[in-house]
Nanobody, 115 residues
Framework: QVQLVESGGGLVQAGGSLRLSCTASGQIPSFNTMGWYRQAPGKQRELVAT???????NYADSVIGRFTISRDNGKKTVYLQMLSLSSEDAGFYFCNLEGLRGTWWGQGTQVTVSS
């Protein structure tokens, strides 16, 4: 099993920034992709950004130029630096780890953007 623990969510003013962190523990697959998804009220969960263990990234079009994903393989941690936040970015952010043996999710951390 793999456990994912997120942190860093909170309340921020529009135009502000936040940094999310997610640390994995347990039987982590050697080859994996870690990333972030988000879900706003009444909407489906959507991809925000992912990063392979080797460093290849994938971003949602809506966050390109504002969000940056990074990871520290030694610390088994993935980060999401979010800049220029707007109300469209509000929601629960879920950490995700995908490997050959399966897919795991964190419990989510809430991001609230005030205007």
């Amino acid at each position: 099993q793999v456990q994912l623990v997120e942190s860093g969510g909170g309340l921020v003013q529009a135009g502000g920034s936040l940094r999310l962190s997610c640390t994995a523990s347990g039987q982590i697959p050697s080859f994996n992709t870690m990333g972030w998804y988000r879900q706003a009220p009444g909407k489906q969960r959507e991809l925000v950004a992912t990063m392979t263990r080797g460093g290849r990234t994938n971003y949602a079009d809506s966050v390109i130029g504002r969000f940056t994903i990074s990871r520290d393989n030694g610390k088994k941690t993935v980060y999401l630096q979010m800049l220029s936040l707007s109300s469209e970015d509000a929601g629960f952010y879920f950490c995700n780890l995908e490997g050959l043996r399966g897919t795991w999710w964190g419990q989510g951390t809430q991001v609230t953007v005030s205007s």
